[in-house]
């Protein structure tokens, strides 16, 4: 099965100018003869990049949001007004919690979804919410949820919260959700931002599914981790011989320099425009 995913926005610019982006992700991916769109960024411009990416979003078979944080989600409500033909929405099964991000002393900023499920009924979107360990769209494409924790150094940011009644507890981000294509090679990933640890995400893959990870692509959010945490984390990649490195968004420039020069040419940003054929 072959491969293909066009990055319709993300944080970097691309070489061509007339390409909007932003603080956020949205990826078109291609792999067999599903079509799938990964994620909206925050605003709705991946919209305008897709038209000028020659990319069809009026024929999709599913839409997925890796979580409930408005750069990823942002631009849904703006895509489900213009796209009226029928697809599958994939989330996962807490996505409509109210997020919220600490910015200092007790203040607190809202951090998710533009929409609700309100706006789902309305519109008639077909929605599934991803409750079990592995949800299978097709025998190659998966999606995957309930990340187990498998080390302790990748912990989750308490900054990140989840608001009930008028009560803030720690998002533990059990509405994160993962896609992973099946190839020769073996499985490609792709993360939204892996807010539960990238190591955790891909030691319960390849536990639930007894295949190698021969590609990351996405945001790995090592833009907070520490020294100890990115480098068990490049250990990792190297331990387990993974091929193709293509990350971006939330990674950070620190991560991103240090496993450009740890594996050269297995990695490429993955920045807005860029296009990914495996």
């Known amino acids: 099965m072959d491969l293909k995913i066009t990055t319709l926005i993300e944080n970097k610019p691309s070489i061509n100018s007339e390409l909007y982006y932003e603080h956020g992700l949205s990826l078109y991916i291609e792999t067999g003869k599903i079509k799938i769109l990964f994620d909206t960024g925050q605003s709705g411009d991946f919209i305008r990049n897709a038209e000028l990416l020659k990319v069809d979003l009026s024929n999709l078979d599913y839409v997925l949001l890796s979580h409930g944080h408005y750069d ?12 009226k033909e029928p697809y599958k929405l994939i989330v996962g099964k807490s996505f409509f919690a109210k997020k919220y991000k600490l910015v200092e002393n007790e203040t607190y900023k809202y951090n998710g979804n533009s929409f609700d499920e309100k706006f789902i009924d309305e519109n008639n979107i077909s929605i599934k919410y991803i409750k079990q360990d592995i949800y299978y769209i097709s025998p190659s494409v998966m999606a995957f949820s309930n990340f187990k924790s498998s080390n302790n150094f990748e912990l989750l940011n308490p900054k990140f919260k989840i608001k009930f009644n ?6 533990d981000f059990s509405d994160e959700i993962v896609l992973a294509v099946k190839l020769d090679k073996g499985l490609v990933v792709i993360v939204g931002c892996s807010h539960v640890g990238i190591v955790n995400i891909l030691e319960t893959i390849m536990e639930r599914t007894g295949m190698p990870i021969y590609g990351v692509i996405g945001g790995t959010h090592l833009i907070e981790a520490d020294d100890l945490r990115l480098n068990r984390t490049i250990d990792f990649f190297k331990k387990n011989d993974i091929k193709v490195l293509r990350m971006s968004h939330c990674t950070g420039d620190k991560a991103i320099e240090k496993i450009k020069m740890q594996f ?6 993955n920045n807005t425009g860029n296009v990914i054929e495996l």
Do not use: C, P, R
């Open 166 to 171: 008028e009560n803030y507890t720690v998002d």
């Open 264 to 269: 050269k040419e297995s990695f490429i940003y």
């Open 72 to 83: 990823h989600s942002g631009g849904f409500e703006k895509f489900a007004n213009k796209f």
